[in-house]
């Protein structure tokens, strides 16, 4: 069964081409983690299973519905942090948990413990009473995933998670990940950190110009020389196939 789904998916921007035929699904407790250099899609890839955007073409799935129009009682499963974090900036902390929880359906009582406790798991203590307006963009970053998680989705999304995070909240971030995953979330994750992904992914998709150009494996070695190695290739490959499509190309 798949939770996350991108089937043959292509989006342009103008004459830009941001995801060009990709594939991708994620099964329940899988992290799926999608690699690529700045510009390479990921973010549009997310932004599709948001709902945010409605690709050029191909079909997405987040269990099983549209995201651009998902029933209620399958909205409440799924969680996602894409681009900016959606907090409240007027909120405070804990006005902002107690107020996502409820928003997941989540009843006043039970909304405000699980609210509690996700500032402990998010190491938000010294903030719970600051408005998320004045936070740090780190623990603004803390606040966002706290929010998108703390119903215990099933389907969950997270774009660059980790990039305002210091070494604790990183380490925060992929106890939460893993957890999530192993009592059946399906996560898509995008990065830049190979190490970082490496930690916590079941499987690494590495997008290069918006398309799917390979898999590493996380326990593997020389991840970094080998992601190098796909983007080269990949950019080798593009650029034959251009110059043999050049009326008076060498091929
Ligand atoms: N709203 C937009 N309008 C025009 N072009 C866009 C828009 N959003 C993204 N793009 C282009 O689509 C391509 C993919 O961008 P995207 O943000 O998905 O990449 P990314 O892999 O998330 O990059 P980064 O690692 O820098 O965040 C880029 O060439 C980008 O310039």
Known sequence: MTALLLDDVSHTFG????????????????????????GAGKTTALRALAGRLRPTRGTVRVLGHNPADLPSN?????????????VYPELTVAENLRCAAGLHGLPTRAARQTASAAVGQMGLDPWRLARAGTLSMGNRQRLGIACATLHG???????????????????????????????????????HHLDEVARIADEIVVLHAGCDVGRLEPGGTDLEQRFFAMV???????ATDTNAQTPGGRA
């Open 15 to 38: 004459a830009r081409t941001a995801l060009d035929h990709l594939t991708l699904s994620v099964a329940p407790g899988q992290v799926t983690a999608l690699i690529g250099l700045n």
């Open 74 to 86: 399958v909205a409440m499963r799924f969680g996602h942090v894409v681009e900016t974090p959606l």
């Open 153 to 191: 989705p099933t389907a969950l999304i997270l774009d660059e998670p980790t990039s305002a995070l210091d070494p604790q909240g990183v380490v925060l971030v992929r106890e939460l990940v893993r957890g999530l995953a192993d009592v059946g979330a399906a996560v898509l994750v995008s990065s």
């Open 232 to 238: 080269l290739d990949a950019d080798t490959r593009a």
